[in-house]
């Protein structure tokens, strides 16, 4: 596996671009843990975790309890005002801000290899998403 030894210097975008890939896995492996075998069922289910409502839920709820260490919360932050140049026609501006500041955290602790943390907030994430908006 390619091993970046700075994912600190890396620009938000680049990491989103990997938390993305890395989020989806996790939510597959979760999907398909729970006995849900159907590709069209499977794909629906993926999507309300992987859309940018949804990121942008968790992002805001770790932040609003506290969860996130100064460092994370700084790539949350950079993450957030990354400027990607176009947004998907679903979603808010805002949203997706949040959403690409998830995705970045969750790159940067997989490329920092915080596997331990990444699993846990991670498993915070699906929880959240799971319930839905309270």
């Known amino acids: 596996m390619m091993r970046h030894e700075q994912p600190r210097e890396l620009k938000s975008l680049a990491l989103a671009y990997m938390g993305d890939a890395i989020y989806e896995k996790y939510v597959r492996e979760y999907l398909i843990s729970k006995g849900t075998v159907k590709v069209q069922q499977l794909h629906k289910h993926a999507v309300s975790f992987v859309k940018a409502t949804a990121q942008a839920n968790v992002v805001h709820k770790w932040i609003d309890s506290n969860v996130l260490t100064a460092e994370e919360l ?21 949203a997706y801000r949040y959403s690409t500041a ?15 943390r990444l699993d846990e907030l991670i ?7 799971e319930k839905g908006d309270e």
């Open 102 to 116: 998830f995705e970045a955290l969750v790159g940067f602790l997989y490329l920092d290899q915080q596997h331990d």
């Open 123 to 129: 498993k915070q994430a699906i929880e959240i998403t």
């Open 74 to 94: 700084s790539v949350v932050k950079r993450g957030r005002n990354a400027k990607s140049g176009s947004v998907p026609k679903n979603t808010s501006v805002q």
